[in-house]
Structures are given as structure tokens and as C-alpha cells.
T-cell receptor, first 116, second 113 residues
Framework: DAGVIQSPRHEVTEMGQEVTLRCKPISGHNSLFWYRQTMMRGLELLIYFNNNVPIDDSGMPEDRFSAKMPNASFSTLKIQPSEPRDSAVYFC??????????????FGEGSRLTVL | AQSVTQLGSHVSVSEGALVLLRCNYSSSVPPYLFWYVQYPNQGLQLLLKYTTGATLVKGINGFEAEFKKSETSFHLTKPSAHMSDAAEYFCAVSYSSASKIIFGSGTRLSIRP
């Protein structure tokens, strides 16, 4: 079975450019999560969706970040404009269930973003 | 407030030796506890979890963890380390199926030949 699929795997861009990261969750999973991982801050939850509806976006750093989930099989995380401090690995994860507390999150391989 | 502390950002053991990765949590209610593993250039993968019931939990790849309420700990162990166990390990806590998972800062496990 296909796991969580993220694209691109690597993105290098210049400060001020728009960045769009994409995620396809596991079929049948109804919750989707976006995480950011850096050496300094570790793993941070940015936003999560349940049944395509954003439930908690309190982790989104600022208005430059936005996320959408137009249908059950696709989500995007957009950064506009990007800044060097946004450089990180961004993970998408999905799960079966309403929340993330049950712990069975399935992660994608991540999108490594470098903003010059 | 919930939190999780992993003692030691880097642990190095010899191949065949005992692996012990430490995790302590704080939670005002009975927690759900998890260990995730992250291999290089990959996402996190659930290793094992404790929700209710038996306090000794067995996971994949020969790992196990024991929930000790009196010590607020959930340490991860493996009797004999293998080179393929080299990875980053994350302890995590939540307090209900609908709540957020709080991840620890991670422990990098290195295996010496």
C-alpha cells in the first residue's frame, strides 16, 4: 500500500519566493497533519485537519503560512513570501481518527526546504 | 501542562549491548505514551505505544518500553543493539485520543561495531 506521499522532496528557493509543498495522505485516513522539523526547535505541529476541515492552526508561525485541504486526498502548505528562517524539513502525516492523540501517525518522507 | 523530556540527546552503544533510551513525562491525567523512530532522510515511524492495560509494551524490531506511573517514566529498551538500530528516537505524550501529541526533542542512537 502507498504511504503518505510528499512533494517535492527537496526545494531550494530564494528569499521572497512562494513555496508550495504538497501531500497525499493514505487513502481512508481522515486526519492530516503538517509538521516542521528543525535542529533548534525540534518537531512542531503547524496545523491539522479532520475530514478536510482545519481543526487547529495555532502552530502556524505567521500569516505567511497557509494550508489547504480541498479534498480527502490532497493538501498543500504554502509559504509566501519565504524567508531563510523557514528553512526546515516539513512533514505531512495522516491518521485514522478524529485527533492525533491515539498516536498512530503515518509520516511522509518530508520536504526539505532551503531558503537562500 | 503536558511535557516530555528525553535524557541525553545522543546515546552510543556497542553492537550487541543493551539499549536504554530515557523518557520522562508530565501529565495531569493518565497519559498515552509513544516512541517513534526516524531513520536518516525518512519520516517518523511508530515503534510502540501505551494507552491502557499492560504496562510493558512490546514494539517492532525487538524494542519494548515500560510505563512506570510512580516514576513518570517510559524508557525504551532493547536487549541487544544492532547496527540497523542507528536512528533518532522520539518519545511523545498525549492525554486523550483527541488531544495533541507532544514530542520530545529526540535522542540520536549510534551503534559502534
Amino acid at each position: 500500500d502507498a504511504g503518505v506521499i510528499q512533494s517535492p522532496r527537496h526545494e531550494v528557493t530564494e528569499m521572497g519566493q512562494e513555496v508550495t509543498l504538497r501531500c497525499k495522505p493514505i487513502s481512508g485516513h481522515n486526519s492530516l497533519f503538517w509538521y516542521r522539523q528543525t535542529m533548534m526547535r525540534g518537531l512542531e505541529l503547524l496545523i491539522y485537519f479532520n475530514n478536510n476541515v482545519p481543526i487547529d492552526d495555532s502552530g502556524m508561525p505567521e500569516d505567511r503560512f497557509s494550508a489547504k485541504m480541498p479534498n480527502a486526498s490532497f493538501s498543500t502548505l504554502k509559504i509566501q513570501p519565504s524567508e531563510p528562517r523557514d528553512s526546515a524539513v516539513y512533514f505531512c502525516a495522516s491518521s485514522l481518527g478524529a485527533g492525533q492523540g491515539s498516536g498512530e501517525l503515518f509520516f511522509g518522507e518530508g520536504s526539505r526546504l532551503t531558503v537562500l | 501542562a503536558q511535557s516530555v523530556t528525553q535524557l541525553g540527546s545522543h546515546v552510543s552503544v556497542s553492537e550487541g549491548a543493551l539499549v536504554l533510551l530515557r523518557c520522562n513525562y508530565s501529565s495531569s491525567v493518565p497519559p498515552y505514551l509513544f516512541w517513534y523512530v526516524q531513520y536518516p532522510n525518512q519520516g517518523l515511524q511508530l515503534l510502540l505505544k501505551y494507552t491502557t492495560g499492560a504496562t510493558l509494551v512490546k514494539g517492532i524490531n525487538g524494542f519494548e518500553a515500560e510505563f512506570k506511573k510512580s516514576e513518570t517514566s517510559f524508557h525504551l529498551t532493547k536487549p541487544s543493539a544492532h547496527m540497523s538500530d542507528a536512528a533518532e528516537y522520539f518519545c511523545a505524550v498525549s492525554y486523550s485520543s483527541a488531544s495533541k501529541i507532544i514530542f520530545g526533542s529526540g535522542t540520536r542512537l549510534s551503534i559502534r561495531p
